[in-house]
């Protein structure tokens, strides 16, 4: 039998290791993370982790590709969630979102187009396939 993990234990399993930008501060660059990363602050550049969840309630601007984030501020940039994102209700995404699972609060915004992750690509037919 499949089992997924619960968002408790999502948010649990995050905390072992956790940083956090302050409301008035601003970074410049690129950031990794492992585990979980609060931004109250303004991120310029991209965020990137392969195994942690990010809270955004400040503003990002760049692309943000992480396993699992929760959005409740401003994101101007593409988003890559690979397994599960919260829009919150104060959320504004200005790009692409890609997701697998989504959960969007009545209030949020996208303001750009909405993928979900496919696990197998679509193959579309060639041209010599199409003309028979």
Known sequence: MFWRKSKR?????????????????EIQGEITF????HIE???????ISHDGILHVH????GDIHVPH???????????????YLELCSQ????GTVYYN???MSMGAQVN???RRFEEKPIQQASADEAVT
């Open 112 to 114: 750009g187009s909405v």
């Open 41 to 47: 602050g303004l991120l310029k550049g991209n965020v």
């Open 101 to 103: 699972d989504m959960e």
């Open 58 to 61: 400040g503003e990002v601007q």
């Open 9 to 25: 234990d999502i948010l649990k399993s995050s905390y072992k290791e956790h940083s956090f930008l302050a409301k008035y501060a």
């Open 34 to 37: 492992v585990g979980g990363f």
């Open 69 to 83: 984030a929760i959005i409740n501020g401003v994101v101007l940039g593409d988003l890559y969630v690979s397994q």
């Open 91 to 94: 959320a504004r995404i200005t």
